[in-house]
């Protein structure tokens, strides 16, 4: 595994990281996480470098596959108990630097006239493209400021029926607006894929599903056994949790001036099925002026509550999982696991991590558990 050290804005190489430990995660909807440990012996200079949001950290193989890429963070040198020094690297993806940007245009100040009015040409309005396309243009607005770019590969502009808007004065932080967007009914997932040139270059492609496919996922359906004499998955650990079982759903919304809105959703197949009464009550979404939103927003949650979650970790062979993103498709085939019964169960890959010189990566799967 290569570590790279880039500038962020510009993407170029700086120095290969000389580390003697690295690690990646990535997952659905969420930065990427990237740690690297440098040694610190004499001879080499670690401290020019250490300076947060400036350069980027890549890990890739040697064919220039690139696991992750991330934003350096908060750096640290230190000395552990066998009195060896050492230096923490560790970064996290594109989004974190659009959690410091707001939904505002380029030309933005003053956002209040003479008067104390807000001024409505400092608003933020985009329509007429899909939720993926509106994502895309909150960052690319982020972007058209002095300073606010990466180097990026962006989708072509795809057309719809979504319109959305954002008031300048509230001061809504980028990132928070586009996970809204992946939030709401209908909404689609995002990605941030890194990538590097033959010179080292560092760029993401920022793609996004489309509105009838809210998912994002490759072109592979992976399937692993996990018996057999050489099987390719160890440690496959089992996870059962109610933590979005709900038998009823409410959400109030409209509370400006005094207006309330409120939406319910309720079924009877928990209690059928013999599990206790169970209430979620959701206020956050104060900015719903339509009642049908609303009520949309509410069965979405009932639907997704009707049944227990099961997550599965376990570590799979690199070279089964070759290409193998956050976000794909597996069949998993149980043989002799000494909990799962016997058979093929079909899951999706929330996470996916691994380390240099590993032959096998970390993988977290989810899928409803039946009964």
Same mark, same amino acid.
């Given at each position: 595994?290569?570590?790279?050290?880039?500038?962020?804005?510009?993407?170029?190489?700086?120095?290969?990281?000389?580390?003697?430990?690295?690690?990646?995660?990535?997952?659905?909807?969420?930065?990427?996480?990237?740690?690297?440990?440098?040694?610190?012996?004499?001879?080499?200079?670690?401290?020019?470098?250490?300076?947060?949001?400036?350069?980027?950290?890549?890990?890739?193989?040697?064919?220039?596959?690139?696991?992750?890429?991330?934003?350096?963070?908060?750096?640290?040198?230190?000395?552990?108990?066998?009195?060896?020094?050492?230096?923490?690297?560790?970064?996290?993806?594109?989004?974190?630097?659009?959690?410091?940007?707001?939904?505002?245009?380029?030309?933005?100040?003053?956002?209040?006239?003479?008067?104390?009015?807000?001024?409505?040409?400092?608003?933020?309005?985009?329509?007429?493209?899909?939720?993926?396309?509106?994502?895309?243009?909150?960052?690319?607005?982020?972007?058209?400021?002095?300073?606010?770019?990466?180097?990026?590969?962006?989708?072509?502009?795809?057309?719809?029926?979504?319109?959305?808007?954002?008031?300048?004065?509230?001061?809504?932080?980028?990132?928070?607006?586009?996970?809204?967007?992946?939030?709401?009914?209908?909404?689609?997932?995002?990605?941030?894929?890194?990538?590097?040139?033959?010179?080292?270059?560092?760029?993401?492609?920022?793609?996004?599903?489309?509105?009838?496919?809210?998912?994002?996922?490759?072109?592979?359906?992976?399937?692993?056994?996990?018996?057999?004499?050489?099987?390719?998955?160890?440690?496959?650990?089992?996870?059962?949790?109610?933590?979005?079982?709900?038998?009823?759903?409410?959400?109030?919304?409209?509370?400006?001036?005094?207006?309330?809105?409120?939406?319910?959703?309720?079924?009877?197949?928990?209690?059928?099925?013999?599990?206790?009464?169970?209430?979620?009550?959701?206020?956050?979404?104060?900015?719903?002026?339509?009642?049908?939103?609303?009520?949309?927003?509410?069965?979405?949650?009932?639907?997704?509550?009707?049944?227990?979650?099961?997550?599965? *970790?376990?570590?799979? /062979?690199?070279?089964?999982?070759? #290409?193998?993103?956050?976000? @794909? %498709?597996?069949? !998993?085939? &149980? $043989?002799?696991?000494?909990?799962?019964?016997?058979? *093929?169960?079909?899951? /999706?890959?929330?996470?996916?991590? #691994?380390?240099?010189?590993? @032959? %096998?990566?970390? !993988?977290? &799967? $989810?899928?409803?558990?039946?009964?």
């Amino acid at each position: 595994m290569r570590a790279i050290l880039h500038e962020t804005v510009t993407g170029e190489p700086v120095t290969e990281l000389e580390f003697s430990k690295a690690s990646w995660s990535t997952g659905v909807c969420r930065p990427d996480d990237v740690k690297v440990t440098l040694p610190g012996y004499i001879g080499r200079a670690w401290w020019p470098y250490m300076e947060p949001r400036k350069f980027a950290i890549s890990l890739s193989e040697d064919d220039g596959r690139v696991h992750a890429a991330g934003i350096l963070g908060i750096p640290t040198g230190d000395t552990d108990t066998d009195g060896l020094n050492h230096v923490e690297m560790p970064g996290q993806g594109v989004e974190t630097l659009y959690s410091r940007r707001h939904v505002l245009p380029p030309v933005w100040w003053p956002l209040v006239d003479s008067e104390g009015y807000p001024i409505a040409a400092r608003d933020t309005t985009i329509e007429n493209v899909d939720y993926g396309t509106m994502m895309k243009r909150l960052y690319q607005q982020a972007f058209a400021h002095p300073g606010g770019a990466v180097p990026v590969v962006w989708e072509a502009d795809r057309s719809g029926s979504r319109e959305k808007s954002w008031l300048a004065v509230e001061g809504k932080p980028v990132q928070d607006a586009v996970e809204d967007i992946s939030q709401l009914e209908g909404g689609v997932e995002w990605d941030w894929v890194p990538q590097l040139d033959a010179n080292d270059r560092l760029s993401w492609s920022f793609v996004t599903a489309r509105d009838s496919v809210q998912e994002l996922t490759s072109a592979f359906w992976h399937t692993w056994q996990s018996g057999g004499e050489e099987p390719d998955l160890r440690g496959l650990a089992v996870k059962v949790s109610p933590e979005f079982m709900v038998q009823t759903a409410i959400f109030m919304g409209g509370k400006s001036d005094d207006r309330v809105m409120a939406a319910r959703a309720t079924g009877t197949k928990l209690i059928n099925a013999g599990f206790p009464l169970s209430e979620v009550w959701d206020s956050s979404h104060s900015s719903v002026s339509k009642q049908s939103t609303l009520d949309a927003w509410a069965q979405r949650r009932l639907t997704e509550g009707q049944a227990p979650v099961q997550y599965w *970790s376990f570590d799979v /062979r690199a070279e089964r999982a070759v #290409g193998l993103r956050h976000g @794909d %498709w597996c069949t !998993v085939e &149980v $043989a002799d696991h000494w909990l799962i019964p016997d058979g *093929s169960y079909a899951r /999706r890959v929330l996470e996916v991590s #691994g380390g240099a010189d590993d @032959d %096998w990566f970390g !993988v977290v &799967v $989810a899928g409803e558990t039946a009964w």
